[in-house]
């Protein structure tokens, strides 16, 4: 009886394109910029905010940067044509939000809606928005921040992005985390935050792969 082996050496060699082919099939990690919608003076927000960033950052199919608007001084008043200190202020930010391929934005609750800060930079920007997923982190009394939310879905609608479903919000939000910033009942908060995430992801590589097909026509 003939008996055909295999030399381990000729085994590995074969393999190696389909390892090449296997590795140049997984898609670039989606570049996610998580918005801190809060400036406020003794704000919770960063207490939140980099809670949920360490969440993200642990994922391999993102990149993970953080932008916060108590960085940034955008005017109200919008401009077609903003002064040299306008454009400082944009130069911080606008390239940040053009190369993100997701978003989510941390937002606390002010008066059943979201912060001025937080409208203020979505006002200022158009093109950056469209044809990507956002994602929303809430945090507030009662309401965990949801009414705010709500709004915040309606202006991106109306800016050509995606808002996914899901959701994170903490409810009563100062009570919930110790002071180191780490929550005290962890198990919930995560599975809703790789919820969110796992329907940033698939809207994310969706909408980038149909642009570098088609441009949007937005």
Known sequence: MDITTIDSADSATEATPNSVAAAEASPAPLKLA???GSNREGR????VSDWFVSR????TDF?????????????????FKP????????????????????????????????PASL?????????EWQAKPVGFVSYGGVSGGLRAVEHLRQVFG???????????SFHNAAALF?????HLDPDRPHAAATSMLDQLAWWGLALRDAKSVRAYAG
């Open 158 to 168: 109306e800016l050509h992005a995606v808002a996914v479903r899901d959701t994170v």
């Open 34 to 36: 998580v918005i801190m």
């Open 63 to 79: 990149t993970v940067e953080l932008i916060d608007l108590a960085d940034t001084d955008l005017p109200t008043a919008l401009s």
């Open 119 to 127: 409208k203020t930079l979505i006002d200022w920007h158009f093109a």
């Open 44 to 47: 919770f927000g960063p207490v």
């Open 178 to 182: 110790d002071d180191e910033g780490r």
């Open 56 to 59: 993200a950052a642990g994922r």
């Open 83 to 114: 002064a040299a200190p306008v454009r400082d202020q944009l130069a911080k930010i606008t390239h940040r939000l053009a190369e993100a391929d997701a978003f989510v934005v941390v937002t606390p609750e002010y008066n059943h809606s979201y």
